[in-house]
T-cell receptor, first 113, second 115 residues
């Protein structure tokens, strides 16, 4: 069964460093998303991406964040200068259409020290 | 603005008991979708069900059933004869129609099933 994959599973970085989180969505899906979940809290939407551009972004997704689909398979989230409060689990998701179920990857746990 | 409320923070049941997880949502849209996701201790988010706002038929899948009531803006989830493997955090989510529309999640209900 096709699945969304994410690498790395855990990333530790120092405050102020740049990180890139990687995702490989399900191959025939066209819509891609990033969400984050601070430990013990709810899942929050960051950004959605379709047709090589951002469709929607939340208030959390400020200028420190960017997304890219550098090739036909990867979808990346970059945080330019990490802050302590960026520590969270980051989930990538993909869907076949904009209002279909979104399938989530296993997540990348980002720890900023 | 959209909002999803899961008032039950944590529920504990003994195996084989039935349990219902409540979900109440708010939206101004007439067309929307509702979802349930399961987050087991391993941390991944597992899709369980998607229901559109025009389909108020209840759905049953094995031990799982869902009750959608538009009149009360609720989409409740019942597990019949609960098992230890059902222990997880369950999230209800709302999506409005639109291109690459986001999911708005509730705060989740932690279900603990013990022997």
């Amino acid at each position: 069964e096709p699945e969304v994959t994410q690498t790395p599973s855990h990333q530790v970085t120092q405050m102020g460093q740049e990180v890139i989180l990687r995702c490989v969505p399900i191959s025939n899906h066209l819509y891609f998303y990033w969400y984050r979940q601070i430990l013990g809290q709810k899942v929050e939407f960051l950004v959605s991406f379709y047709n090589n551009e951002i469709s929607e972004k939340s208030e959390i997704f400020d200028d420190q964040f960017s997304v890219e689909r550098p090739d036909g398979s990867n979808f990346t989230l970059k945080i330019r200068s990490t802050k302590l409060e960026d520590s969270a689990m980051y989930f990538c998701a993909s869907s076949l259409a904009g209002f279909y179920e979104q399938y989530f990857g296993p997540g990348t746990r980002l720890t900023v020290t | 603005a959209q909002k999803v409320t899961q008032a039950q923070t944590e529920i504990s049941v003994v195996e084989k008991e039935d349990v219902t997880l409540d979900c109440v949502y708010e939206t101004r849209d007439t067309t929307y979708y509702l979802f349930w996701y399961k987050q087991p201790p391993s941390g991944e988010l597992v899709f369980l069900i998607r229901r559109n706002s025009f389909d108020e038929q209840n759905e049953i899948s094995g031990r799982y059933s869902w009750n959608f009531q538009k009149s009360t803006s609720s989409f409740n989830f019942t597990i019949t004869a609960s098992q230890v493997v059902d222990s997880a955090v369950y999230f209800c989510a709302l999506q409005n129609t639109g291109t690459a529309s986001k999911l708005t999640f509730g705060t989740g209900t932690r279900l603990q099933v013990t022997l």
